[in-house]
């Protein structure tokens, strides 16, 4: 949507705050894409972060897609700073049964102290991209103390 | 608030599913409470759940939630049905920095397709319990094939 | 996003529907789109449907958003049937200071039960289209008793 | 829950920007209860208020919930502030059939800049009052310029 960067090193701030969120290593989550605005991560199944029923759980495609939020409005964000959820709220739209998923945010406003993002989730499988979730996010900046 | 599990076995059903959950154990989380219309689930701090800055991950808090909320449905869903979270909002109101937090979900409304249950996050700390998250959830119950 | 009526009428439904909704009669709403899918609503500004600070209120934004992704879903419902929003989630994106406003609405992923749809409010001045608001809705269609 | 106001001036300050929201007044609702974190609003039912099935409309309920939290939220403000609603989400949890509501609002957490309220929305009808909606606001405060 034509969002501009105002810190010219946002790729490498965004990159090393992913690398410092443990519970996407843990996840097996992967940062795919970092562009003003725009942010792509991927997450692969796991039986191990399963629900009741052998799918993915809710839990983990929410975290790529909170995750992929925050980034979203970091890519924005003026150097020196940090951003955290304020709230999201997120729509399961099918059962998460594919080997792997990613979370699409994008920035739909960037505001001074807030922005808001929203992700869209999709099982990557052998019949292609299936939308299996929808979020929209709350983020606030605020300078790193 | 009154309700009545309609299924006399409700807390075998929710603890069976719960141990299916593997995402559950994966992060350490524990069921505490399985009464009608109420469920309690604790989830410890972990290094390797961390956001960027060391404090647990919200998607962390958020399956907790998320999870309390579909069991809470459950405690009051007739034999022979299985629970979805459809969609939930949560808002993050502290930074998520205790040893240990409780998801707290109760049934507002339990209707035949659809239940809405809140869940309130506490941290567990030395100052006591400090509200963390507030979290509204939409499950839809249907019959096991 | 190429959905497809499975009522022939769909359009006549949706028109006589809104048609009894006296509350967009009261607020000056207009339907103006209705496709297979999507829908759009209008609302002028006007003074006496103002928050304190003479803007349009966000429950105005708010009627017509819920009203047209309640109608996108009926679009896609067998004849017969009424829909209902069960939640909706909305962004205030920017004042409401435009002197018109319209809502287009899009459903997401159209199940048996629940329809999910997203809502865009847009003011409509001199300077083009604006985002103001952003909704996604729960809804759910019942068969006509 | 034992909220403090630091403006010993709130129920005023609240009054006044109520009575300047002529969209309040539109729907016939009346300020009810202005306490430090807590706001009653309540409105009746009018048949040119209506959805297509004679219900009160959703955005009725909606505006009245929305009011409720933004204000419970300026109970608590310094001086010289406003508060604008950045996001809610509601669920309604039953037609809106009683000839009259209440929405209540209570203050979750107050901070700074951001504050999370609730409100319940209550029909008040001959078998009592019952549980409408369910909201959950986040509200900014600016200084007024």
Redesign the interface.
């Given at each position: 949507m034509g969002h501009q960067a105002r810190n010219p090193d946002f790729e490498a701030v965004v990159r090393e705050?992913?690398s410092?969120?443990?519970?996407?290593?843990?996840?097996g989550a992967t940062l795919e894409e970092v562009v003003p605005g725009r942010i792509a991560i991927t997450v692969p199944f796991r039986?191990?972060?399963?629900?009741?029923?052998?799918f993915l759980?809710?839990?983990?495609i929410?975290?790529?897609a909170?995750?992929a939020c925050g980034y979203s409005a970091l890519t924005l964000a003026p150097a020196g700073y940090?951003v955290?959820?304020?709230?999201?709220?997120?729509?399961?739209?099918?059962?998460a049964t594919a080997p792997r998923f990613v979370a699409r945010a994008d920035v739909?406003?960037a505001g001074r102290?807030?922005t808001?993002a929203?992700a869209d989730v999709y099982g990557l499988g052998p019949r292609g991209e299936e939308?299996v979730a929808?979020m929209?996010s709350?983020v606030?900046a605020r300078p790193i103390r």
């Open positions: 705050s992913f410092r969120q443990t519970f996407m290593t843990a996840l039986a191990e972060h399963a629900q009741q029923n052998g759980h809710a839990g983990v929410t975290s790529i909170d995750s940090d955290l959820a304020v709230e999201f709220k997120i729509n399961l739209l099918r059962p739909l406003r102290t807030l808001v929203r939308l929808a929209t709350t606030i």
